[in-house]
Every structure is written in C-alpha cells, then in structure tokens.
C-alpha cells in the first residue's frame, strides 16, 4: 500500500485513498511494522479518518458519482454528506453535492439537520492603503490581539469601530 500520510485530503484523492485503503483492508496487502490494518492506519493517518474515506468511496461508487464532481471538496464535507447520500439517487445526490460544493461545513451541517445555518451580520471593509499603512495597521491589530487577548476579528473590530 502507498504510503499516507497526514495532509489535506480532498474530493479526487480521498476517493482514490478510500479505494486504496478498502483494497488494502480486504486484500490484506499492506506491510507494516505496527502490527493490524487498523494500527498501521492509525499510525499514518488515523482510523477514524480512514474509515470515513472507505464509507465515503463506498457510497460515492455505489451512486456512479464521477470523481470530477467532487474534485476539490474538502474530505469533511463528503464525510458531513455521507450518510444523507445513502438514502438518494445520483440525480439527488449530484444536486447536494453541487450545492455543497459552494456552503461551509456549518451550512451542510444545518442542511442536514433541516434547520438554518446561523451567519454572523457581516460587513466588508476594502481599504487602499500604502504598504507602510498595511504594516501600521497589522501591527495595531497585533498589539491590540495580544495586550487585550482577543482574537483578530475582535482586534480588526475595535480598531476600525
């Protein structure tokens, strides 16, 4: 088996390692000085990650999902869809996971459970300024993030309020 190792697993490779690591699983092919599948796995990427990948490869074949739909989404959220995928077809499902594609892990989340995603009111602020401005401005922020312990959204807040 290749070897993994822990990264950022998205759409295309985490169907290409679910299948790896589902092969791995049955065939019994992998070599490891830990012992187990599941103590090698655990050692590389975690167990609980792998299974999550296998169930995701599983039921994303099981629906003909191609691997261009789900290129670049983020393992999270095929694992958030995954237990909804179980229950549709693969017109449902592609419409799902097109939609997720463009929605935070907390918008599926509240897609899921049927209710609303809450969203902060937010507001842009673009600003031109100077390279030696953009420096005054990190640094206040810097300053007012460690002196106060706040995070960077409640330093921006209060410099620019």
């Not at 989404?73 to 077809?89: D, F, I, N, Q, V």
Request: proline share 1%.
């Amino acid at each position: 088996m290749r070897q993994i190792r822990k990264s950022r697993i998205t759409g295309t490779s985490g169907l290409e390692y679910g299948e790896a690591l589902a092969q791995s699983r049955q065939s019994k092919t992998w070599e490891s000085k830990a012992g187990t599948w599941q103590e090698s796995i655990e050692s590389s990427m975690g167990y609980r990650k792998a299974q999550y990948l296998i169930k995701i490869h599983t039921q994303l074949t099981k629906l003909g999902i191609d691997e261009s739909e789900i290129r670049d989404m983020g393992w999270t959220r095929l694992m958030l869809l995954e237990p909804t995928l179980r229950t549709l077809k693969k017109s449902h499902a592609q419409q799902l996971i097109k939609w997720a594609r463009n929605h935070t892990c907390n918008h599926i989340k509240a897609r899921i459970k049927g209710s609303v995603a809450k969203t902060p009111n937010v507001e842009s602020l673009v600003l031109e300024v100077t390279r030696a401005q953009k420096r005054a401005i990190v640094n206040g922020c810097r300053h007012v993030m460690k002196s106060k312990k706040l995070t960077l959204g409640q330093a921006v807040a209060m410099i620019f309020a």
